[in-house]
């Protein structure tokens, strides 16, 4: 919550946690840029902050002036903007408020990514926070599945955070300083179009996050409707999913040879396309580099998609394809166990242009799909051998 | 498995086509980012025998894309693509994966792939557009 009433040397003084004294000589030698006796505004208490959390780092007050004339620290004028309220619970206190066990908002907050500090500083939002993860444990969620989506939660926003702040640092707060604005003038700019972009971010992730819960649920419907109902039933927690790992044969060389500018722009087309070609029910979990993990529940359409993937890439530096059909254990948004680090190492076999696949991919996939046998291999860190096959398109007539 | 809604005639087809490439041409967001990609493209349509390319306009002519429904152009399509009528039709409704259809023979492609693929995101809008087309006013292609 914002206050309009003004600050006073000592309250500020206070909320930064330095003395008085250490405030008026940061005033007086400009490292905050503002005249005595002047009214402190959020954007100065926040450049305060800013500017003694620079002097616990052992920066020195000549360093921090000039950075401040540069407008390096200029971002920090929108900190005031996303202000987090003071601390209002104690952890007893929000245990009382929400019904919850102490030791489970402790868990809770480990889950999201908080640090051990936080139940030390409780807020009247992070307590409705916890009232809502109440209701949906009062609701019947089982408390294992609530600390999974209390983590993915943590994870998925903790990267939206981060990546917003260093897009806005890279392709805004850069090119100011590149031009050479004035520091204030700045922070000026970056806390204008910071208030302008703010309130957007949150009404298009509630779109995204509708539409997208929207996509999944249609999918776990058709996965359920046609699960082999033959199949052993699995244990709680358990997936029986198609994998495919792929990544860019010779990226490394291209790094080398064509520079990092080039051999990043060839893995964003190559994600790009993986992208945009899945089956509906497939979709990318994660990037690691050039290599793209996917996950699909019709394992035949996965095969089929990592074929015809390789037909439409003509161009170097080719993909290579693992794919892979089993058991996995479901946690945290992820796909974890032996069958995916099978997947992996299945994909680590082949060469650019080719798709690799174990038997069990075979026995599903359609007649349109030729598949030569390459053997039982031994893939690294396997005690028993597995396999394999090379896929391809299969004869037109 | 594909559900298929087949075209009544050739006639039908050129004519859906044609609705489908001037919404592509026309709109305001699409058109000018399809004519910046500049991909000229070939689409060869065996069961109806036709053919349509496809490209950016020139400075002088109107709009953002031309096409014509024959070989007999001056220009070489950087992408060249094969379908059968039903196939397109799901491809234009944004219900054909071409990688799906390329590794299941639905579709053939040859060329450039890659830049056609870069196009995906640019005419998903028009899928769309163009099933809205379709549930109003061609009920039998309806996917």
Known sequence: ?397 | MATTASFQSAAEFRTVLDRVFTMMSEDPEIGPRLHAADVPQRFAFPDLDLVVNIRATYDEEYGNLIWVWSDDVDWEPRVRMEMASDTANRYFQGKESIALAVARRRIKTSGDVMAALTLIPIIKPVHAAFARVVEAEYPHLRI
């Open chain 1, 1 to 397: 919550m914002t206050t309009e009433q003004e600050l006073s040397t000592p309250e500020v003084a206070r909320r930064v946690g330095v003395t008085p004294a250490t405030l008026r000589r940061w005033i007086a030698s400009q490292v905050i840029p503002m005249q005595a006796g002047s009214a402190w505004t959020q954007g100065m208490v926040a450049h305060a902050r800013i500017v003694a959390r620079l002097r616990e780092r052992g920066h020195s007050l000549a360093e921090i002036r000039q950075a401040t004339e540069d407008g390096r620290l200029a971002f920090g004028y929108a900190e005031d903007l996303l202000r987090i309220d003071d601390a209002e619970y104690t952890l007893k206190q929000a245990a009382k408020d929400t019904g919850l066990e102490p030791a489970l908002i402790e868990r809770i907050g480990s889950s999201l990514g908080f640090s051990t500090s936080w139940t030390e500083q409780l807020t009247e939002d992070d307590v409705q926070m916890l009232r809502y993860g109440a209701a949906a444990l009062a609701a019947g969620l089982p408390l294992v599945a609530f600390l999974q989506l209390c983590r993915v939660y943590g994870q998925a926003l903790a990267q939206i955070a981060d990546a917003e702040v260093r897009l806005f640092h890279l392709y805004v707060h850069e090119p100011m300083m590149r031009e050479g604005m004035p520091g204030l003038q700045i922070a000026e700019q970056m806390e204008g179009l910071t208030r302008q972009l703010l309130p957007l971010a949150s009404p298009m992730m509630d779109h995204l996050h509708q539409r997208f819960l929207h996509h999944f649920v249609e999918q776990d419907v058709i996965g359920h409707m046609e699960a082999d109902l033959g199949d052993t039933q699995l244990d709680l927690g358990r997936l029986r999913v198609a994998i495919a790992f792929a990544d860019l044969a010779g990226y490394t060389r291209l790094t080398e040879e064509q520079g990092e500018e080039e051999a990043v722009s060839a893995v964003e087309r190559f994600v790009e396309a993986v992208e945009h070609t899945l089956p509906e029910d497939a979709r990318v979990i994660k990037t690691i580099g050039d290599e793209v993990m996917i996950v699909g529940s019709d394992p035949a359409a996965l095969v089929d998609w990592a074929v015809g993937f390789q037909q439409l890439m003509v161009k170097r530096p080719l993909p290579r394809i693992g794919v892979h059909y089993g058991e996995t254990l479901y946690r945290e948004g992820d796909y974890y166990g032996r069958e995916v680090n099978l997947a992996a190492r299945v994909a680590a076999r082949s060469a650019g242009g080719e798709v690799i696949v174990t038997r069990p991919l075979v026995e599903v996939a359609g007649p349109h799909l030729e598949f030569e046998r390459i053997g039982e291999v031994r893939l690294k860190g396997f005690a028993h051998s597995t396999e394999l096959f090379l896929a391809r398109p299969g004869d037109d007539d």
